[in-house]
């Protein structure tokens, strides 16, 4: 007998995207046409990037949920990111929806990062609303794009169901939804209705006991830990007695303490949730993504988030420089330690290993930017850390060293095609495709082992004068393509400890690009500058001029140095070659050699050299 019915009151969305296609700022106006804001209140725009980090750099980083009611429908929405570094987010969030948003922006089309948000919604069989957003641009193409995603489905092997999707054309910054371009601008009202229509409400068996799939954590200060998640079946009271079921099958007894739902932008408190709701449960600390919890009577878990394999790995240690504790308060391995434990709770993609030495670990992750997100969320939060350089972690199948490969798509302009083709080769990098319309601008797409790309996008920027737009998409294990030139150049390092000074600074610019300036604070070991040639030179950026009491014939000219770009997180960790790391610290990004002591340095390049020649 069939004992599957449907929650009627409730449906749960994502929304997924290409980065900066407007996925938030229509999110903002769901929220404003659907009463969560009072009249008058002052809102700040894209309140769903709540993270500094987000703020600053346009971009979502942490899938969040909110809700919003609509004629008596209550539409939980999960903001997905766009950024495919940020995959385990995706797949997380994508495990409590029925349905996705898929917002595309009008002129762009469907990119990159939109193909793997995509890809998962599909895969986890969801149903697809179409939007093509910001229509009010000038160098809109509606009907090409939609041609575009027809594609894209198609090439994804969507099914016929999935091909039969609802399309509206929609404003997100004006809170416009439409069935068509030329229709007169309303409101969001066709969404919400499109929304209901659409999605599927959540299903679930009557006759199965409570079960809920724990998808996010949280904390309170007030209530500790938070498990979120939807309720697949079942009923759950406040204050009733539960258990946990961990990966290990482990039942981990707990009581809920307090029961919340999602209401707008914050949370209720209610008594009882149903099946169907996205739930925040307090009252169990032992509690990873992925669990599920369930009756004591009926212990039954629900199938596992699964996310994709890590495949990139960086070392973390603490801050070994003789500046070591002067700008952070949290230097000690066992809280780096923790710190990076925590993490890998709240981000299932993210995983952490301990090492041989006891001062560091090994972070892996999805991507290098990922990895610096991470870096710079705890250096804001006051930890000094020494990080490596990123390293893609290989695989053998069938005796074959295997690395991980990546599609990267240019768009340029025309000029630039020649310097982008000639890098990428050198990187190892293959065109599969190019398509030059005669505008000025081509696009192509070529496949380059994802260590190819390590340290390449600040270059990219350089070569195509800022104008040229670069995305890459994980496209899974390949063969190995063989050794890639690393950095050309060399390095100017310190070679004692002391306060850089003018004309020292003015003496070694013909030897390079400097990365300080006078009054910085410079050790020995300290990388101060690229050095124009190919290898390391010890040079002393703390040097005076020599006063004596003799008059100089002429006046001494006032030195004036080269401006120096200040050093960003994602500028060092591309820069740094296997014999270097970065210092972070919370006010200070420094480039540094592995071993400091010059002589050190200079002594185990020499046995390596000797080791060479006898073998």
Request: aromatic content about 6%; charged content about 30%; overall charge negative.
């Amino acid at each position: 007998m069939n004992t599957l019915k449907q929650n009627q009151h409730i449906r749960n969305i994502a929304i997924i995207a290409h980065v900066d296609h407007g996925k938030t700022t229509l999110v903002d106006n769901m929220f404003k046409q659907s009463g969560v804001f009072r009249e008058g209140q002052d809102v700040d725009e894209r309140v769903m990037d709540s993270m500094d980090l987000e703020r600053e750099r346009g971009i979502t980083i942490a899938a969040k949920n909110c809700a919003v009611l609509h004629d008596g429908v209550k539409i939980n929405i999960i903001d997905t990111p766009g950024h495919a570094d940020f995959g385990g987010e995706v797949e997380r969030s994508l495990s409590m929806a029925e349905g996705a948003i898929l917002l595309v922006d009008a002129s762009e089309g469907p990119l990159p990062q939109t193909r793997f948000v995509l890809k998962k919604a599909l895969e986890a069989g969801l149903a697809i609303i179409v939007c093509i957003n910001k229509i009010d641009r000038k160098d809109a193409r509606p009907s090409e794009v939609l041609d575009e995603v027809y594609d894209l489905l198609i090439d994804l092997d969507a099914s016929e169901d999935q091909l039969d999707f609802p399309l509206l054309y929609t404003i997100g910054k004006l809170g416009v939804s439409k069935a068509a371009p030329e229709d007169a601008d309303g409101d969001l009202s066709l969404l919400f209705k499109t929304i209901v229509k659409e999605v599927p409400p959540p299903s679930y068996d009557e006759q199965e006991p409570f079960q809920m799939l724990v998808s996010d954590l949280g904390y309170s200060d007030y209530l500790g830990r938070l498990a979120v998640g939807k309720v697949f079946n079942g009923v759950v009271k406040s204050n009733e007695s539960l258990v946990c079921l961990n990966d290990a099958g482990e039942a981990v007894p707990l009581k809920v303490s307090k029961l919340q739902v999602y209401e707008g932008m914050g949370y209720q408190e209610v008594k009882e949730v149903g099946p169907g709701d996205i739930v925040v449960l307090s009252g169990i600390e032992d509690v990873k993504i992925g669990d599920t919890i369930c009756t004591k009577e009926h212990p039954k878990p629900l199938p596992r988030i699964t996310v994709d394999e890590p495949t990139v790995s960086m070392r973390f240690g603490i801050n070994t420089s003789p500046f070591a504790g002067r700008e952070g308060k949290l230097v000690q391995s066992r809280v780096i330690r923790d710190r990076l434990l925590k993490e890998t709770l709240l981000n299932v993609a993210i995983k952490v290993e301990e090492t041989e030495e006891k001062d560091s670990f090994v972070v892996k992750g999805r991507g290098e930017f990922q990895m610096a997100i991470l870096i710079e969320t705890m250096r804001r939060e006051g930890f000094e850390l020494t990080i490596g350089r990123p390293e893609v972690i290989f695989k053998t199948k069938d005796g074959k060293r295997q690395e991980p490969m990546e599609k990267v798509f240019i768009d340029c302009e025309e000029t630039f095609m020649g310097v982008v083709t000639e890098k990428l080769s050198m990187r190892k990098g293959k065109m599969l495709n190019l398509v030059n319309n005669g505008k000025g601008r081509v696009r192509m797409e070529f496949s380059i082992p994802s260590r190819g790309l390590i340290g390449y996008r600040d270059e990219f920027l350089t070569d195509t004068k800022g104008t040229g737009i670069m995305n890459s998409l994980y496209a899974g294990y390949g063969d190995y393509c063989g050794d890639i030139p690393g950095r050309f150049s060399g390095a100017l390092v310190a070679d004692r400890q002391g306060v850089a000074v003018a004309y020292a600074l003015f003496n070694l610019e013909p030897r390079g690009r400097l990365f300080c300036v006078p009054g910085d604070p410079v050790y020995e070991g300290m990388i101060v500058g690229e050095n124009n040639r190919d290898n390391d030179i010890d040079v002393n950026p703390c040097k005076t001029k020599k006063l004596t009491n003799m008059r100089a014939s002429g006046k001494d000219d006032a030195v004036v140095l080269t401006p120096v770009l200040p050093m960003t997180l994602e500028k060092a960790i591309h820069f740094i070659k296997e014999d270097e790391c970065v210092e972070v610290t919370p006010q200070s990004i420094r480039l540094r050699k592995a071993v400091l002591s010059a002589r050190d340095r200079h002594s185990m390049a020499g046995a390596a050299k000797k080791k060479k020649q006898m073998s």
